[in-house]
């Protein structure tokens, strides 16, 4: 590792090595292009010792990186990159320190990271890496097998293989550690320029720093293109919106949300500004998430209500001794589940937003006024997507079945249904290599969600649905996530999806299927009864069939399969 005298010396020459650098026009003493990739050289500056990352390894064993350690190593890979050319680096592992170290050191070299979900089909991930071109993929050996085909077909590409030990050399160490080891040789040989030879300062804040993918439930996933300018900015709204530095003590983020997530939705590069510990989960482990949140203390995460549903639910549920906020997105919460993780001291931080959006573009702003009002209708107003981001433009909601391009809002009044589009800062640049589909993203100039809602006379949106979930049944529409939410306050049920299915009378007519809490039983048949008698569904919205699995099909953020759902109710059920 770097010795302290040349690490200061790196820090200090690092502006004058961003002003040699290639501009764009906009330049001078008084602006600097943005890049998220600075806070990690700025953090082991200001605090070298502090304890940036906690991890329990692949072989069981717990490690505790500091600053300077971490940004030593992510400096290492970097250089390794730089030496080999290799500039287009895909990432498949689960919340690991190297994922992390990635982030940055792929950034620092010049370079674009594709981070791609783990739990695709082999199929998809192969469709992915060979549609961004990539020189070279960082893969968690647990996730070798998924690359089999792609190997054979790509021998160009180079695979630098993570085992996730405890060990940064020797035998059992593996070659992420070898490569990181050989670029902070190389930087040794080359004259030790340590950050300073690097591009922590981007040279041009609009250019791509990470290009994650969509889903892709309905059709081939989309690479969203993530900008070095976008990505700071999104990453500083965070800090703001979920209170990362709001406490006395250092944040403690626990990672329940995958990074590949739209890169954890910018929160690589938030914890890391303010100097936060990153507790790196490989999985989803509910006994060991509420071990770490009463013995660690950890004072902030992210969750989607599927998992917070879940974790609520847990044997090892207790009310914790200091609040922890929880940042809620993914899909529409319900206000019970706030009522429920309010009782734990479970602070609900609730936002929206989406890939193209950087993460979240709202969030649900607690009103002091709210505590002197009913409890079930503040926590409905929690439950709203509320107000845009502090550093995106205020969200608006227009009228559908219009011309495209055409932009018309909605009346204000928490009746009219319209899309949520937005403008602004945290928008991706563009789909990579789809012209069309960015041209339809951006029509009329603003960037369309595909998410239906109402807008209050407060100025809060709240969402129903996506466009294509509502359910319009003899005329009425229906949305799927109100009945979801209405389902799920039946003491017995722990969770709820809603679909469409066909009606010869009504045209279409909802379907749910509910999953039960543990040590209770419930039929579909007395869930339909209570719906109609004892809850305060209307009667058009009641289910006529209900459907009792044992769990809903999810994606890796917590979303319900709709799409499943929907293959479910015509009696296919290979989908999973």
Known sequence: MSPPQSRLQAIASHFRQASQEKQPALHGPHIHQLSPTFFLPRAAEIEPDALAIYHVTANGHTIRRSYIEFADRARGLAYYLVKHGLKRVGILAPNTPAFLESIFGIAAAGGVNVAVNYRLKPEDVEYIFDFAELDAIIVDEEFQHLLDNFKKAHPKVKFIIDTDTDATSGQLSGPFDEAVLEGLKYDAEKGRHGWAGLKAQCANEDDPIAIPFTSGTTAKPKGVVFTHRGAYLAAMANVIESGLNYHSGRCRY???????????????????????????????????????????????????????????????????????????????????????????????????????????????????????????????????????????????????????????????????????????????????????????????????????????????????????????????????????????????????????????????????????????????????????????????????????????????????????????????????
């Not at 626990?254 to 890391?272: D, K, Q, R």
Request: with cysteine; hydrophobic share 40%.
């Open 254 to 576: 626990l990672w329940t949300l995958p990074m590949f997530h739209a890169m954890g939705v910018t929160f690589p590069w938030s914890i890391t500004a303010v100097r936060g510990t990153h507790y790196c989960l490989r999985k989803i482990d509910y006994p060991l998430i509420w071990k770490m949140l009463k013995e660690e203390r950890i004072t902030h995460f992210n969750a989607a209500p599927t998992v917070n549903t879940l974790l609520c639910a847990s044997k090892d549920a207790v009310k914790l001794e200091h609040p922890v906020r929880v940042t809620v997105a993914a899909s529409p919460p319900t206000a019970h589940l706030f009522e429920q993780m309010s009782n734990l001291n479970l602070f609900p931080v609730h936002v929206y937003g989406l890939t193209e959006t950087y993460g979240p573009i709202t969030k649900g702003y607690h009103m002091p006024e709210w505590d002197e009002i009913p409890t079930k209708e503040k926590y409905a107003r929690m439950a709203r997507q509320g107000h845009g981001f502090i550093l995106a433009l205020p969200i608006r909601i227009v009228k559908m079945e219009q011309e495209e391009g055409v932009l018309i809002d909605v009346a204000k009044d928490g009746k009219e249904i319209g899309e949520i589009i937005t403008i602004g800062n945290i928008c991706a640049k563009e789909y990579y290599k789809d012209k069309e589909a960015t041209r339809k993203l951006f029509a009329g100039g603003a960037l369309h969600t595909g998410d239906l809602a109402v807008w209050h006379p407060d100025g809060s949106a709240q969402i129903l649905d996506r466009a294509k979930d509502i359910i319009i049944s003899g005329g009425e529409n229906i949305s799927s996530v109100a009945l979801e939410a209405m389902l799920v306050q039946h003491p017995s049920v722990l969770e709820a999806g809603v679909v469409s299915v066909s009606d010869s009378h009504w045209g279409e007519r909802p379907k749910a299927f509910i999953s039960v809490q543990e040590g209770k039983e419930l039929t579909g048949e007395e869930l339909i009864e209570w719906a109609k008698h004892e809850s305060s569904i209307s009667k058009f919205m009641v289910p006529r069939e209900v459907e009792v699995v044992s769990e809903l099909p999810k994606t890796s953020t917590g979303k319900i399969k709709k799409n499943v759902l929907r293959a479910w109710s015509k009696g296919d059920y290979s989908e999973k």
